[in-house]
């Protein structure tokens, strides 16, 4: 390794932006401030051996690709910049493009940071779009999305702490007796007793009550959360102290997404999960009758799977409804999905209402290039009785294509040559001119109307 000072302030801070962390987060993980981070970012500070080697360890890095000149990273990140649509008309030879960023870095900085606003230019103007008029510019569900994607999914403290109390209740003979030691009594009552409430804790009579007509494995799941909310409610509110939120409505989510993260680790303990997890090959349906749960909580699961040196494929998770509004959104990764995605009518997780139970796979590659590989089923709540309702919504995980081989589902598939449907992360973020699905044209695109002829797309557009 050189021994002259390492500035590589814009490669830390790509780093610390693909993981999905906040300066905050990164600081934590590493042992150091927040602001030393800041000004390593600006290079203001250098990396030292030290850090370089904290680095490494934390996210599993080869220290000589984050020590290496900053020169072959100019070059692949104008590449994939060059990638995007919107310059497909103009000849961009590789050696031109790599001669532009080892000649050029300053200009080539310039031209990355320009094309990273426009994007986020786009991907602000898409959200203005749908925005409900009249909506405030706070989003709690929103924040508290960002607040759990800037963590991973993953809070260690957590699944430590509920894989030791999971131990415990095993050992009590199960939950509701854990609980019964714990002067709490589980009882299972009908809706008209519940109230509209599916879960209730009487405290007066110290009695959970659970609605009778809920599936196995919904009462389980409600159990554990009450325990979470209890037994682990200091572990909760570590996670929590010192976070600033805009609303307390924000705020009161994050405290139930953690709980339900926390149930989630009860029911299905890291340890022992992980390596059911490999046993089954990511066979969702297995996993559910091995541990007792439903398909979205095995689902919802995988995505928690970054525990250092126990880490798993990497998922993506979402879920909408028949409309393709989305309810839920989690990832584990970082992907292009996480913000905005979920909005193409080529992705199965639209198709498989017409198909409900059935698991459907499918091979997707984004404008740029990139390939995923998506497992989508439709999962069903309410019902338990005659004319009751009930909720059908559709459920994906989406991983990199080069994770796919560990999967049952795509078994003896090859990931570069399958066949992969083109898809883009939403109409107004998608350029793809030949896509007779589209229904709105990209930002930035004029409509060219034509009278005298009509293409089999909704739009024609210009180019640039």
């Known amino acids: 390794m050189s021994s002259r000072p390492l500035y590589l302030g814009p490669r830390l801070k790509r ?8 300066q905050q987060a990164m600081a934590d993980e590493l042992g150091i401030s927040p602001s030393y981070i800041a000004l390593i970012e600006r290079n203001q500070r250098p990396l030292t051996a030290d850090l370089l ?4 360890r934390a996210y599993k890095l080869d220290m000589a690709d984050l020590a290496a000149d900053d020169r072959d990273d100019y070059a692949h990140r104008l590449t994939d910049s060059l ?4 310059f497909a008309d103009i000849d961009l030879p590789p050696l031109e493009v790599a001669d532009v960023a080892a000649s050029f870095p300053g200009v080539t900085e310039a031209l990355l940071r320009l094309y990273g606003a426009w994007q986020r230019e786009q991907q602000a103007l898409a959200d203005q779009r749908h925005a409900e008029p009249g909506s405030s510019a706070t989003d709690p569900i929103g924040e508290a999305r960002r607040f759990m994607a800037a963590r991973r999914n993953y809070f260690p403290t957590l699944d430590s702490k509920a894989e030791e109390l999971a131990g415990e209740i095993d050992k009590a003979g199960g939950a509701q007796e854990w609980l019964r030691k714990q002067g709490v009594r589980v009882r299972l009552m009908p809706p008209d007793v519940m109230m509209d409430a599916i879960r209730r804790y009487d405290r007066h009579n ?3 009550l659970i609605d009778d007509t809920l599936p196995p494995s919904s009462r389980t799941w409600h159990v554990m959360q009450h325990i979470a909310y209890t037994a682990l409610r200091t572990e909760i509110s570590a996670v929590l102290r010192g976070e600033s939120f805009a609303s307390e409505t924000a705020a009161n989510l994050v405290r139930r997404a953690l709980a339900g993260y926390a149930a989630a680790a009860l029911l299905m303990p890291y340890d022992r999960f992980a390596r059911a997890v490999d046993a089954r090959r990511y066979d969702i349906e297995a996993l559910a009758g091995l541990f007792g749960t439903s398909f979205e909580q095995v689902a919802h699961r995988l995505t928690t799977l970054n525990r250092p040196g126990q880490e798993r494929v990497p998922f993506f998770f979402i879920r909408v409804d028949a409309a393709g509004n989305v309810s839920k959104r989690l990832d584990g990764a970082g992907f292009p999905f996480a913000a905005h995605g979920g909005g193409c009518p080529l992705w199965s997780v639209h198709d498989v209402f017409c198909t409900p139970g059935t698991v459907t796979t499918q091979w997707l590659e984004l404008p740029d290039g990139q390939r995923f590989f998506s497992i989508a089923r439709t999962v069903t709540s309410g019902g338990g009785g005659f004319e009751q309702p009930t909720t059908t919504r559709a459920i994906a995980l989406a991983c990199a294509a080069d994770h796919a081989s560990r999967l049952i589902y795509a078994a003896g598939a090859d990931p570069k040559t399958a066949n992969a449907t083109p898809i883009g992360i939403t109409c107004r973020l998608c350029h793809r001119a030949q896509c ?3 229904a709105e044209p990209p930002i930035g695109r004029d409509i060219l109307p034509d ?4 293409a089999a797309e909704p ?3 210009a180019e640039s």
């Open 436 to 438: 007779t699905a589209r």
């Open 206 to 208: 110290e009695q959970l």
């Open 83 to 86: 990638r995007d649509p919107i």
């Open 459 to 461: 739009f024609s557009f």
């Open 53 to 56: 080697i904290r680095l490494a």
């Open 15 to 22: 780093l610390r932006r693909e993981l999905g962390l906040t």
């Open 451 to 454: 009278d005298y002829r009509r």
